[in-house]
Every structure is written in structure tokens, then in C-alpha cells.
């Protein structure tokens, strides 16, 4: 059995955030796929991307790829593989069957013939294999992540439509934001850019507080993993090289926010104050404003904020580079310049468009 190819699923149009963080693990031999990113699997590199990835969904293995034209061919190959070694039967596991362009389309018969194929493997939440059958080929893929990545653990309490840590984490990214300059999120809810921008600042591995699937798996290196693990902790950062400041004008928000950069261990780290941001006066001269606006489509108030966001990345913000969350007909107002940048992503099943200044010369983008 060939286990050499993992993947990093990452949401759409982030794969290229992904593909250099991989390299900056160390990992070379990556490309960009549909969905993601591959990369040569090894348990080091499985390990080292699960607990360090800030752009990612999930890490899936890929346990197998075979010719799948009938359900008796399925069966077979199915059957040629070594379960026990991927699966603590005691534990069970969760099936995903998916099916494209396959005469095999039912995928309660297929999840079925999968379980007896595999010596009678029974629903558990000791591992989640996904089956996609498309064409006439089946890949077989095993996850190793269990929470999708973007859980970190520290944001048990969330505010009105709050960002995922990953998209939060892969903005500033792409807006250049690496730590060195100071950065600002005027209306910050859960805090979510604060804290995953004290986790950049801090180089400190976004994975170190929760635990993943892999560790259940039946063949884990708990050693190995310690050794990642300090690995990890050996790279970061006593404190972050400059400020991060997070407010919002709700007193709910900012006692969310402080609860979330608790829970990430960068409370120390973040000043979180309650304030209109039209009273805001900027902390140094220069820094990253980044926002994630309530924008109309699920909070009120959208055309305000916006107004006032405008307003204040004129003046008193005049010197700060920005990087502003919008939907499509806000998003025009935002680009900053002709070198401006231009994400488009999907939040909680919105389009949106975050419109970032060109990063500093020398900042890792
Ligand atoms: C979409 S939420 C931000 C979510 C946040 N990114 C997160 O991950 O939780 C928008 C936030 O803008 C805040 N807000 C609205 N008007 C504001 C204003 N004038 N000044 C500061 N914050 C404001 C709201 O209280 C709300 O928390």
C-alpha cells in the first residue's frame, strides 16, 4: 500500500497561501489540486502540516486508488486492503461516500459494501474514511485532522457572523501582515484577525491547544509527534515584535474578543477596548487596519460602518495600510491604488471580496 500522498484541503482560492506555508514547513515536494494542495506524505509531514497549517481545512491521506466499474470490482479492491492497519476496529468509523459520473451511485449500498469488504467494520468515531467514486476509478482518502483545522480550540464563544480562524489567518497573510508592523481590527467581534495575527506574530503553531484524529489512529508515533510538537514550540516567539490592538463598539463583542485571545494564550499580547472606530485615534503612525464590516447581508447597519471605515482609513488612518472584508458592491470603494490586492472567498456561504494594500517591501507575502 502506497501511503504517500497526502492533502490539504483549503478553501477555494486560498491554495496558494497554502502552498507557501507548506514550503515554509519545509515541504517540497507540494502542488496545487483541485481543492487543495498534495504533498509527499510521511508521518513527519502529516504531522508537521495538522499542527502548523493557519490556511487549511483538513489533512486527508490517501490510502488508495482503484478501478471501480462494477460493485464487485469495488468489493475486490476493497478488500485487498489492510484495514486493521488503518483503523481501530474497536473504535469503528465514520464512512463519507461521494459519486460522480459513476454507474455506482448509491452510496448507502456502497457504504455498506465497504464495511463488510472491510471485515465488518462498524459506524464509530474511531476514524472518517471518504470514498469518492468518479468515473470508473475510486480513491479511498483517510482523515487525519478530526476537527476541521480552523478549530484551534480558543473561540468557544462567538459573536454575530464571525470569520473562520483560517480565512482570518490566510488574509493576513495575503495582505502581507507578518508580524512586524503593528496591526489593528476596528470592529473585531470575536477577535478572531487579533488573535490569529498574534499567532503569526508569534510564529506560534496554530494547532499546539487541540488534538487531532491522527492520534487515534491505530498506527500513531506519540514520539514523533512530541517531537513536532517541540519543534513547533522551539520556532516561537517570547511576544510579538509589534502591537496588535483589537475594539469594537459592542461591550458583548470586546468581552468575546478578550475570551477568545484567553483561550489562544495571546491575551498578553492583544489590547482589546470598547470604541466607536470613528473615535478611534490611531496607537502608532503606522500599522495594518484590517475589517471584517457587518455588510448588510445578515447584520443591519452595513452602509454606516462602511461610511465610516472610508472615513477613517482617509483620516486619521491616512498612514496605516489596510485590509478591508466587503461584499461585491461595496468592495470597489476599498481598492487602495493600482498595486492593490484582491481576494475573493466564501464565508459562511457569502462571496466576498477582501481589497488589501500592496505589503510592505521585505514583509513575507
Ligand atoms: C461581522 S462582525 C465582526 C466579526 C469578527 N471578525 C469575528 O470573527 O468575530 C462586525 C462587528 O462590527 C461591530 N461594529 C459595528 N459598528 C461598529 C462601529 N461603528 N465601530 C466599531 N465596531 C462596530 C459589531 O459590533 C460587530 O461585532
Known amino acids: 500500500m502506497d501511503l504517500s500522498e497526502g492533502f490539504l484541503a483549503t478553501p477555494p482560492n486560498f491554495a496558494p497561501l497554502a502552498l507557501k506555508e507548506l514550503s515554509g514547513l519545509g515541504i ?27 490556511v487549511g481545512t483538513r489533512v486527508l491521506l490517501r490510502v488508495a486508488r482503484f ?9 475486490k479492491n476493497l478488500k485487498a486492503l489492510p484495514w486493521r492497519e488503518l483503523v481501530d476496529f474497536r473504535a469503528g468509523a465514520a464512512f463519507s461516500v461521494s459519486c460522480s459520473k459513476t454507474k455506482l ?15 465488518g467494520l462498524e459506524e464509530g468515531a474511531g476514524a472518517t474514511l471518504f470514498l469518492r467514486i468518479s468515473g470508473d476509478e475510486a480513491t479511498l482518502s483517510l482523515d487525519t485532522s478530526g476537527e476541521l483545522l480552523h478549530r484551534r480550540g480558543y473561540r468557544t464563544l462567538t459573536g454575530a457572523a464571525p470569520i473562520r480562524e483560517n480565512l482570518a489567518a490566510g488574509l493576513l497573510l495575503f495582505a502581507g501582515y507578518d508580524g512586524s508592523e503593528p496591526l489593528l481590527d476596528p470592529c473585531c467581534g ?11 506574530a508569534l510564529k506560534r503553531a ?37 502591537p496588535i490592538f483589537a475594539s469594537d463598539i459592542d461591550p458583548e463583542a470586546v468581552g468575546l474578543a478578550v475570551s477568545s485571545a484567553r483561550g489562544a ?21 503606522t500599522g495594518l487596519l484590517v475589517a471584517n ?14 461610511g465610516k471605515l472610508l472615513k477613517i482609513l482617509r483620516e486619521p488612518f491616512g498612514g496605516w495600510r489596510s485590509g478591508i472584508i466587503a461584499p461585491r458592491g461595496k468592495a470597489g470603494a476599498f481598492r487602495m491604488g493600482k498595486n492593490s490586492l484582491e481576494l475573493r472567498f466564501l464565508n459562511g456561504g457569502t ?3 477582501f481589497e488589501a494594500s500592496p505589503p510592505l517591501k521585505g514583509a513575507i507575502s
Open 206 to 242: 496554530p494547532g499546539l491547544f487541540r488534538s487531532f484524529a491522527l492520534e487515534t489512529l491505530p498506527d500513531f508515533d506519540g514520539e514523533l509527534w512530541e517531537k513536532e510538537r517541540q519543534r513547533a514550540m522551539s520556532l516561537e516567539r517570547k511576544s510579538p515584535q509589534a
Open 265 to 285: 494564550k495571546v491575551a498578553d499580547f492583544v489590547a482589546v477596548a470598547a470604541c466607536d472606530m470613528d473615535e478611534l485615534e490611531p496607537p502608532t503612525p
Open 105 to 119: 451511485y448509491h452510496t448507502g449500498k456502497i457504504e455498506e459494501i465497504s464495511r463488510l469488504a472491510a471485515g
Open 293 to 306: 464590516p457587518p455588510y448588510g447581508i445578515r447584520l443591519g447597519k452595513s452602509g454606516e460602518v462602511y
Open 67 to 75: 478501478p471501480a466499474r462494477s460493485f464487485k470490482e469495488l468489493e
Open 190 to 200: 470575536s477577535g478572531t484577525f487579533a488573535v490569529e495575527g498574534a499567532l503569526i
Open 28 to 54: 517540497a515536494e507540494a502542488s496545487p489540486t483541485a481543492g487543495g494542495i498534495t504533498f509527499r506524505a510521511s508521518k513527519e509531514t502529516v504531522y508537521r502540516v495538522n499542527l502548523n497549517s493557519r
Open 351 to 353: 462571496e466576498l471580496y
